[in-house]
């Protein structure tokens, strides 16, 4: 059990050489592979997680549970951080880590382990939620422990080490990618003023190639989830791999982001969220017609708050789940439809109805049939001003 570890694979450099860095520690090292819609070829990444010297591979697919209890959360909270990300690297991490804790359970392992690197936010994410979940677990980051520095002292020990590992398809970043979008960053993005290059995207077109012509797609909500695309019911996970797919033909989702990191430091790092915008400028819409505005207005807190909790690591915190209470409380009435219309790099809502809709079209209209009565608005404008008057 001391020397059993769970650890986190994801079949990349890092992670490759974390499992024969723990193995030659004397660790039975489980190398646990979660599912998350990053793509790539798991057998294959197998193969290598046991030629790294991993005792057993476990592979989870976790795109359901994360789609609806993660990422669908954090949209019906309306959750963006500074602005401009949408945070799937930072939603992916509570659901792994609580993978690797019950597989831990599972394995009767004492540890879990992670590739992260130590200036990241991505370590603090993993070991808060292996805390909160599992405080007796030991928890290893190899990569702030050894004294490899570089890429290259790493390509070094796995090529002594005899691990298959395939160093010529470096992308010249570091990539995150799961099915609610991808974190692009390093390489020339380290500079802030050079302006990304097209190479660096993978998930949209470059919206000056994109259709000239636009592209319609209606999305339904019930209770603030979606539920169908184009009158047609669908799953979660495959309502957002459709839109990523219609989306990033259209160049939608790009993002280009300074951000204050957890530890301190600010980076660069440009995002890419096609179906991840398109859905959160709907929910934004059809909130805005069933939601009155105190409500709304107290809302937009939360949502500063909620995508902090999320981008801190905090998910499986008391306040997390205090404000889940409110969230969902706040979503009975956002049921609907809303059109967005595609069309080279923007996804702008043009249609939206809902049978719970505030707007009324009597009280709006400045056309004949105009029920607001303008003869309270000279007596409320003198009370409301009143404190004003010298
Ligand atoms: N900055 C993002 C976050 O902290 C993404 C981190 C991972 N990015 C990457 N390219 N590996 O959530």
Redesign the pocket.
């Known amino acids: 059990m001391d020397k059993k570890v769970v650890l986190a694979y994801s079949g990349g450099l890092d992670t490759s050489v974390a499992v024969r860095w723990l193995a030659d520690r004397g660790y039975e090292v489980i190398a646990y592979m979660a599912d998350v819609g990053q793509g790539g070829d798991f057998k294959k990444l197998k193969k290598r997680a046991l030629s790294a010297g991993a005792v057993k591979v476990v592979i989870e697919d976790l795109k359901k549970e994360f789609a609806e209890d993660f990422v669908f959360q954090s949209l019906k909270a309306g959750a963006v951080y500074e602005s401009g990300?949408l945070?799937a690297?930072?939603l992916s991490r509570p659901i792994i880590a609580k993978g690797l804790v019950e597989t831990a359970r599972k394995e009767k392992a004492g540890a879990v382990g992670h590739g992260c690197t130590g200036k990241?936010?991505?370590q603090v994410r993993f070991e808060v939620t292996v805390m909160a979940l599992a405080p007796d677990l030991k928890i290893i980051a190899p990569l702030r422990e050894w004294n490899m520095y570089s890429r290259g002292e790493e390509i070094e020990y796995a090529r002594e080490k005899n691990i298959d590992i395939d160093v010529t398809k470096k992308s010249p970043?570091?990539?995150?990618q799961n099915i609610w979008g991808i974190?692009?960053?390093?390489g020339v993005l380290e500079d802030p003023w050079n302006e990304p290059p097209q190479d660096a995207y993978r998930m949209t077109q470059d919206p000056k190639k994109a259709p000239n012509k636009a592209t319609y797609v209606e999305i339904e909500f019930k209770k603030g989830c979606p539920v169908a695309l184009n009158n047609k019911k669908c799953g979660a996970v495959e309502i957002i791999t459709k839109l990523n797919e219609i989306g990033g033909k259209n160049g939608i989702g790009r993002t280009d982001l300074v951000?204050n990191?957890l530890v301190g430091i600010k980076?660069r790092?440009i995002y890419e969220a096609p179906a991840g915008w398109i859905l959160h400028n709907s929910h934004k819409e059809l909130e805005a017609l069933v939601l009155d505005r105190e409500l709304l207005h107290f809302k937009q807190g939360v949502s500063l708050k909620y995508a902090e909790l999320v981008?801190y690591g905090l998910w499986f915190t008391p306040l997390k789940r205090a404000l889940d209470g409110f969230i969902d409380k706040t979503q009975v009435k956002v049921s609907g439809t809303v059109k967005v219309k595609l069309l080279k790099g923007t996804a702008s809502v043009v249609s939206r109805k809902s049978p719970h809709s505030l707007y009324k079209k009597e009280m709006a209209t400045y056309d004949p049939g105009d029920k607001f009565d303008r003869t309270v608005a000279e007596g409320f404008i003198k009370v409301w001003g009143m404190p004003y008057k010298k």
């Not at 974190?183 to 390093?186: A, D, R, V």
């Open positions: 990300y945070l690297t930072a990241g936010n991505d970043y570091s990539l995150d974190s692009i960053e390093c951000e990191r980076s790092e981008y």
